[in-house]
């Protein structure tokens, strides 16, 4: 199974439900988006003009260059289907690919706020929450859009699906060639390829030739750097052994963490 | 990136409870210290509040209240709506923001420093209403009644509107949603049509959806902007007449990129060739119209060729428009547009749209005009008085000076009133959730008014540009924590259903109102007995008006409420011409006031040399000005990008994202900047921007001086002269750049 979303833009409005909705349902802060929208245009596409919306959202690629680039230890994580009752055992570190629905997610308790994950998106779907900090990060925690897993294992939509006015965003099992997403690809749907690459983007693009058009001209992201997020990455590995080996001692707790803390201080200090 | 732990944030992070901003709060069954989640949880198990109706802006959209720990954590449309669903729009989704905007007005305010130089001082909402109370009474016992003016908007300000004009009894009452805005749409269609035409056209069930200058997905009212999509999805063809490339248009089969102001002579032409050349629906003609011949007669002069000249337009096109619409009749949907004050020329576009309507039977069909049969409702507010036309500014020697004004009084016979007091002084001044400095064109001119005045209150929501004018300022509880408003309508619970089912909708509180904040009833019932009005008070407490007026339906608040907050009930087809329905294609009565009796074309004020028009519009994220301070809404949105053509741009040597001021040919300069915008999407003699930006209150935190103000540029008046409504776009900026003003090429 592979959740998708696809963004019809033919009925698109460009009205930002979505992004709105998303912030209120999952507190996120003001200067941060989970999804976003953009207008673009009017321009010239050939001889024509267009104008039309970039609705943009973490894509749940088939390779996310973002889950590569965590640099927390990795720990065997399993994964239950909730239908079959299936379990999949994988390594992973503080994001991954979930094996069983395809999307990507992130531990937070384990995320180490090093930034690498966001500076590895080519679309800036991640984003590092700076209000969220523990034992483990003071900088803050990776945060991006989960496609609502908590809202779908609910029996609900995603937010920005339900809230979505015209019924543009259309969310479900790419997987499942009856299903309503599987049918827009049938018909051309696509996602947003970054340039020299194919990671497979699962949010794809419906609608209007020259406006699709206009979007891929447009909105077509460059890979990032990724000798710049190594290093990001490695840096946080180094600097953060200390916090991880306090979490990971767990029954420590407070009392664990602080004297840890009290180290880190001290040499930060200097 | 470097690992900064501080001191202090040790100390905080150490505390754990005080961990930065609390998310969601947890506690640790290990610990028993409450701790910060990582995780957001979501509002799927917060408790729902039934009943909420939305105001971010004025479609009132059905709503639920996601509810934790007493605070309202998001908004959701309500599932048992018909009308906007589960949906909200982001407006809609922000009202949470409007909620806890830490700028909001919180306590009664007296201003102890100079008017519209405001120092303000807390004071009780016993000093408050006793100083209101008097001063307006001071005004009423010198001046008289009329002594009053009054700028109202929104659902809470209708009630102290009826109360001041039936009551106390002032005509001076100017409504921005009439006289800046539908009012001409209005006033037009009840005067061709006898109806005011609402946005009543089906559009889900259209073959053809025919724009004129819409601001459809720009401004976003959502059951409105489900049916065009349902209808475009369903095939119709959209045409959109606009100079701009707008979001309509970017989805439109045909783009007609007309000449700003003469769009009657681009619709002239259409009737006129449907008419002679017998592609009008003859049968709905002779039942439903009267005064064809005279009609055909005056648009004769209307040749393709001559309105293709005029619009700056193909007449190919004009002739193609007409073809497709004649080709689909009666199946059409010739929307009468909402904002329409425009140019001046208004009453003729909206008579013309009317009239185009008939023409094609469009009026009760299937895709066509088609008024939903609502439910009725009772009533009950402050009962209407006979006041006498003794001071109706509107009426000069027992004759009316703006014969199809909309209700109230048109703004410039009060301001010119206000400020020259003649025939009568005017002293006092009421503004109840109406922003006039950023409505009313001429800012100037409404600060001469303001200070012309004996006392000045406000009541509003949010610190604005106009409350900065008040003597006394009082805070108003929002559309989230009062009951209200309620919002009638018709849809379909399934998407197949044969007829329309009918509901209603009070307003019902989410959360209670916080500080010191008090609904419309409350205060205005308090400044009623303090100026001796006791006994006529309709209703004692806002619950308590709502359910007198659901009494028709037989409900009451109780029991919509356990109904999950909207009433539901079986409805009727819109569909069928009543017997009666009459067009007046020529109105004999217009005629006889010395108006046109049938749609005529006057050709506005052209674009002096060096200058383009200044356009104006919705943006999709803001109602106004009313929202530039959400903090969500803001950061969508913060300010407003001037649109200027391609070619222009160059010939300038602006480029996408410079930042340019304005000055207007009066000579009036923007008091802010904002970036440009460079598209082949506007015509060379126009610019564009968003409405509602550039506030100046420095009391709106997030929103004040981001963007142009475009109402600051708009000084010069052009009036409608039968509906006496303001035309705003006959102003003509420049751009400023790098302190060097830029003439706009031709």
């Known amino acids: ?270 | 990136m470097a690992f900064n732990l501080t001191r202090r944030k040790f100390l905080q992070t150490a505390s754990l409870a005080a961990a930065a901003v609390p998310l969601s709060k947890v506690v640790s069954a290990e610990t028993g210290v409450a701790k910060a989640s990582l995780e957001p949880k979501g509002t799927m198990d917060d408790t729902t509040v039934v009943g909420g109706l939305c105001e971010m802006c004025f479609w009132r959209c059905q709503l639920v209240g996601k509810v934790r720990d007493g605070q309202l954590m998001k908004l959701e449309g309500n599932p048992k709506s018909i009308d906007n669903g589960v949906s909200l729009c982001a407006r809609g989704n922000a009202g949470v923001k409007l909620l806890y905007d830490v700028d909001r007005l919180k306590y009664p305010l007296k201003n102890v420093g100079k008017r519209g130089e405001p120092v303000w001082k807390r004071i009780s909402w016993k000093e408050a209403l006793d100083e209101c109370g008097s001063k307006l009474k001071a005004v009423v016992d010198q001046h008289g009644p009329q002594g009053i003016c009054v700028f109202p908007h929104g659902a809470s300000a209708k009630y102290p509107m009826h109360y001041f004009e039936r009551t106390v009894g002032t005509h001076n009452v100017s409504e921005a949603s009439f006289f800046q805005c539908r009012g001409i749409r209005d006033a037009a269609y009840v005067n061709t049509t006898g109806k005011a035409p609402g946005e009543f056209v089906d559009m889900a069930n259209t073959k053809v959806i025919f724009l004129v200058g819409s601001h459809l997905g720009e401004n976003i009212h959502v059951s409105h902007i489900k049916a065009y999509i349902k209808g475009l999805q369903n095939g119709a063809k959209l045409v959109v007449a606009d100079p701009r490339y707008s979001a309509a248009a970017a989805k439109s089969d045909i783009w007609v990129q007309i000449k700003p102001g003469t769009d009657t002579a681009y619709l002239l032409a259409i009737m006129n060739y449907l008419v002679k050349n017998n592609k009008y629906d003859k049968d709905f003609v002779a039942k439903h119209t009267s005064g064809f011949d005279k009609f055909s007669e005056a648009i004769s002069e209307w040749t393709l060729d001559k309105a293709a000249k005029e619009c700056d337009i193909p007449a190919a096109q004009i002739k193609e428009v007409a073809e497709l619409l004649a080709a689909n009749a009666p199946n059409v949907a010739i929307h009468p547009g909402r904002f329409s004050s425009w140019y001046g020329n208004d009453f003729q576009r909206e008579r013309s749209l009317a009239c185009l309507t008939a023409l094609l039977g469009a009026y009760y069909v299937k895709g066509g005009w088609a008024e939903p049969k609502n439910p009725k409702l009772g009533k009950t507010s402050w009962a209407a008085q006979e006041h006498g036309d003794k001071h109706n500014l509107n009426v000069s020697n027992g004759k009316k000076v703006h014969p199809y004004s909309p209700p109230g009084t048109p703004t410039e016979l009060i301001r010119d009133c206000a400020i020259s007091g003649k025939p009568y002084a005017i002293k006092g001044c009421v503004i109840w959730g109406q922003n006039p400095m950023q409505t009313v064109p001429n800012q100037e001119k409404m600060k001469q008014v303001f200070k012309a005045m004996d006392f000045i209150m406000c009541v509003d929501v949010m610190p604005t540009d106009a409350t900065m004018w008040a003597d006394i300022l009082l805070p108003e509880s929002s559309y989230l924590e009062r009951h209200d408003e309620i919002k009638v309508g018709t849809g379909r619970i399934k998407a197949d259903d044969k007829l329309p089912t009918q509901f209603i909708a009070p307003r019902m509180p989410m959360v209670k109102a916080m500080f010191e904040r008090k609904d419309q009833v409350y205060i205005t019932n308090e400044i009623a007995k303090r100026m001796g009005h006791e006994k006529d008070i309709p209703a004692q407490t806002l619950e308590d008006l709502v359910d007198k007026t659901l009494e028709a339906a037989n409900i009451t608040l109780a029991s919509v409420k356990a109904e999950g907050g909207i009433h539901l009930q079986p409805g009727q087809s819109p569909y069928g011409v009543p017997d009666d329905f009459m067009v007046q294609l020529f109105n004999e009565e217009i005629a006889a006031a010395g108006f046109p009796g049938a749609p005529t074309y006057k050709s506005v004020e052209g674009v002096p040399a060096g200058y383009a028009r200044l356009l104006f519009g919705r943006a999709p994220v803001h109602t106004f000005n009313r929202t530039q301070n959400n903090v969500w809404l803001n950061h969508e949105m913060p300010d407003n990008p001037v649109w200027l053509n391609d070619e222009v741009a160059a010939k300038l040597g602006v480029k996408e994202g410079d930042i340019v001021g304005f000055i207007n040919s009066e000579g009036v300069k923007s008091r802010t900047t904002t970036s440009v915008k460079v598209t082949p999407g506007i015509r060379k003699d126009a610019v564009y921007m968003y409405h509602g930006f550039g506030s100046a209150n420095p009391l709106l935190t997030e929103g004040v001086g981001k963007g142009v103000d475009d109402q600051s540029l708009i000084t010069k008046i052009a009036i409608d002269p039968e509906t006496g409504c303001s035309g705003m776009r006959n102003n003509f900026v420049k751009l400023t750049k790098d302190g060097k003003t830029l003439d706009i090429p031709a």
Request: hydrophobic residues 35%; positive net charge.
């Open chain 1, 1 to 270: 199974m592979q959740y998708g979303m696809i963004i019809d833009l033919e009925r698109c409005v460009g009205c930002h439900a979505c992004t709105i909705a998303c912030k209120a349902e999952w507190e996120v802060p003001v200067e941060f988006g989970r999804n976003w929208v953009k207008r673009l245009g009017p321009s010239k596409v050939g001889k024509e003009l267009a104008s039309t919306y970039y609705p943009g959202l973490c894509n749940h690629c088939a390779k996310p260059p973002c889950v590569d680039a965590c640099p927390a230890d990795p720990v065997e994580m399993t994964f239950k289907d909730a239908k079959t009752g299936k379990t999949t055992t994988k390594s992973v570190a503080a994001t991954w690919k979930d094996p069983l629905n395809g999307t990507v997610q992130i531990d937070k308790s384990r995320c180490l706020g090093c930034g690498a994950c966001a500076e590895a998106c080519p679309y800036g779907a991640r984003y590092v929450n700076p209000a969220l900090i523990d034992d483990i990060s003071s900088d803050g925690k990776a945060d991006k859009c989960t496609y609502c897993m908590p809202r779908v294992e609910a029996g609900l939509t995603p937010a920005c699906v339900q809230t979505c006015i015209t019924n543009a965003r259309i969310f479900g099992d790419l997987d499942d060639a009856n299903s309503d997403v599987a049918k827009y690809v049938a018909k051309g749907a696509k996602g947003l390829e970054p340039k020299g690459d194919t990671i497979g983007p699962n949010s794809r693009y419906y609608g209007k030739k020259k406006d699709i058009t206009l979007l891929f001209q447009d909105s077509t992201p460059e890979l990032a750097d990724l000798s710049s997020v190594k290093r990001r990455a490695m840096m946080a590995s180094m600097v953060k052994p200390a916090m991880r080996q306090a979490r990971d001692l767990g029954l420590l707790g407070l009392a664990g963490a602080l004297l840890v803390k009290g180290l880190t201080e001290e040499k930060d200090d200097k």
